[in-house]
């Protein structure tokens, strides 16, 4: 390769570098991302009811489970989940090196917080992103019916233990509330019991058993789901960390106004 020829090569390198490195760092990609996402929600908002039977386990597996079996097989249903993960991962990109940018200039004392509490929201921000990826590729979602008194097979050699349901009904003999009581094993050994409620269920280890409904008309059965999401404290830090920034931008805007 002539000289020419890795001169103009590394010319248009530096241009390319330059042209990215200013689209990421603009806060109108931000702004346009943003409007895009928007748009593309509500694509979703109309496809999602019109093919209901594509994305009707959207909710009940993994999400990676979900793209693999259902999304991949229907593009169009599908193309505002796989336009807004686009927009995601350019957020994502845009947010870190607007982060990066900011860290590397001179900071001084008199604007420290006014500095920090930005790239703590974008903090925030990337670990609930971060949450969310584990979330749909990594962990379980298992649901299904469980009799009274018998066992449920569940990953990380554990299983679940249905000991019983007590529906609760009034006076009219109408149902007014119900629960089950239930037991975690690992390898062999009890390790958690709770009663489970509507809304009320029993954590252990990252893993969640929840109570959906019950039948009671042949052999007493419950619909259980047990989830284990590894990306919980992950959001749970991120969504801390948001809230930290942003209270901490309105109170020293608040001052100055």
Not at 82 to 108: E, R, Y
Not at 117 to 126: S, W
Not at 187 to 206: H, M, Q, W
């Amino acid at each position: 390769m002539s000289f020419d020829v890795r001169l103009q090569a590394n010319k248009l390198a530096g241009f390319y570098a330059v042209t990215m490195k200013n689209f990421f760092l603009s806060l109108k990609t931000t702004v346009w991302t943003l409007l895009g996402l928007i748009c593309v929600f509500f694509l979703g908002s109309y496809l999602m009811p019109a093919y209901k039977d594509v994305h009707a386990g959207m909710n009940d597996r993994l999400l990676f489970q979900w793209v693999e079996q259902n999304a991949l097989d229907h593009p169009w249903a599908t193309s505002w989940f796989f336009a807004s993960l686009a927009g995601l991962v350019l957020l994502a990109i845009n947010t870190v090196v607007c982060s990066v940018q900011a860290i590397k200039g001179k900071w001084s004392r008199e604007d420290f917080l006014l500095r920090i509490a930005p790239q703590v929201v974008h903090i925030g921000f990337l670990c609930i992103l971060l949450a969310h990826l584990l979330g749909a590729g990594w962990g379980y979602r298992i649901s299904g019916m469980l009799p009274v008194e018998a066992y449920a097979k569940l990953p990380d050699n554990r299983s679940l233990y249905l000991n019983d349901l007590r529906p609760l009904v009034d006076d009219r003999g109408n149902l007014r509330d119900w629960s089950a009581v239930i037991a975690i094993y690992e390898d062999d050994r009890r390790v958690a019991t709770g009663i489970l409620g509507p809304n009320e269920p029993l954590f252990y280890k990252g893993m969640g058993v929840y109570l959906k409904s019950f039948d009671l008309r042949e052999r007493p059965v419950a619909f259980l789901m047990v989830n284990k999401d590894p990306g919980a404290l992950w959001a749970l830090g991120g969504s801390v960390l948001f809230m930290i920034g942003t209270m901490i931008i309105l109170i020293l805007k608040w001052k100055k106004a």
